[in-house]
C-alpha cells in the first residue's frame, strides 16, 4: 500500500512534470528531489518508479530523467487510442444508462471561455474518462487513462487556437448526440475521425515547432 509520502511526492513530482516545471529531456537528480521536495530518498525513488510506468520519466544510466516527448511515441499511442476508444464507444451504447449518458453533456453545456486552455484540456480529458467508464470495463477504462497521461503534454502544447478548443468541444458533442441516439455506428465513426484528426494536429504541430520547443529546452524527439 502506498504511502502518504509516497502518495505526496509522486503527486508533486507528477504536476511537476506536466506542467512543464520539469522540462522534458531534463535530469533528474534524486538527491535533488530531496531537497526540493523535502522528502527521503524511498518516497521519491517509488515515485520515480510509478512515473516510469505512465510514461512520464525514464532512466538515464545510474540516474533519470522526465521522458522528452516522442513522436513516434504520439502516433503510436493515438493509433492505440483509436482502437481502445471504439471499443470503449461501443460498450457505453450497449450498456450505458440514458441518465449515465446525458450526465456526459454537462461540461459540454457550459458556456465556459475557450480561451481557457486548463479548463478545455480538463474537461476534453473528462469526457474521454467518463465515456471509458460507461464502457463498464475497467481494464478499458484504465487504458484510455494511461493514453491520456501519455498525451497530456503534447496536448497542452498543441491545444492550438481558441477555434480548434472550440472545435474538439463540437466534436464531443456530436460524439455525445450518436450515442443517445444508440446509434454505435455512428459514434464509432465520429470517435475515429475525431482521434485522427487529434493525432495530425499533435504531430503537426510537434514536427512544424520541433525546432523552435528545442531552443525552450523541451526534448522533442523521433525514435
Given amino acids: 500500500m502506498e504511502s ?7 503527486g508533486a513530482l507528477r504536476r511537476s512534470i506536466l506542467e ?3 522540462m522534458p529531456g531534463e535530469r533528474l ?3 535533488g528531489l530531496e531537497r526540493m521536495l523535502g522528502a527521503s530518498r524511498t518516497p521519491i525513488r517509488a515515485a520515480l518508479i510509478k512515473l516510469e510506468a505512465e510514461g512520464l520519466t525514464g532512466r538515464e544510466g545510474r540516474g533519470w530523467r522526465v521522458a522528452p516527448i516522442d513522436l513516434t511515441e504520439v502516433r503510436a499511442v493515438m493509433e492505440y487510442r483509436e ?12 450498456r450505458a444508462t440514458e441518465a449515465e449518458l446525458r450526465s456526459l453533456a454537462e461540461p459540454l453545456d457550459t458556456q465556459y471561455d475557450v480561451d481557457d486552455q486548463a479548463i478545455s484540456l480538463r474537461d476534453g480529458s473528462d469526457f474521454h474518462r467518463s465515456l471509458a467508464q460507461l464502457s463498464g470495463n475497467p481494464f478499458l477504462r484504465d487504458a484510455v487513462a494511461s493514453t491520456l497521461t501519455r498525451l497530456a503534454r503534447p496536448r497542452w502544447l498543441a491545444v492550438g487556437s481558441a477555434a480548434s478548443r472550440a472545435r474538439v468541444r463540437h466534436d464531443h458533442r456530436e460524439i455525445l448526440d450518436a ?12 470517435v475515429s475521425a475525431h482521434t485522427r484528426a ?7 504541430y510537434l514536427t512544424e515547432e520541433r525546432a523552435r520547443l528545442r531552443g525552450r529546452g523541451l526534448a522533442i524527439v523521433e525514435s
Fill in 20 to 22: 512543464f516545471d520539469a
Fill in 198 to 204: 487529434t493525432q495530425e494536429r499533435l504531430v503537426g
Fill in 29 to 31: 537528480s534524486e538527491r
Fill in 4 to 10: 502518504n509520502a509516497e502518495g505526496a511526492v509522486y
Fill in 83 to 94: 482502437t481502445l476508444e471504439i471499443g470503449v464507444t461501443r460498450l457505453a451504447v450497449e
Fill in 179 to 190: 450515442l443517445l441516439e444508440r446509434d454505435a455506428d455512428r459514434a464509432c465513426a465520429l
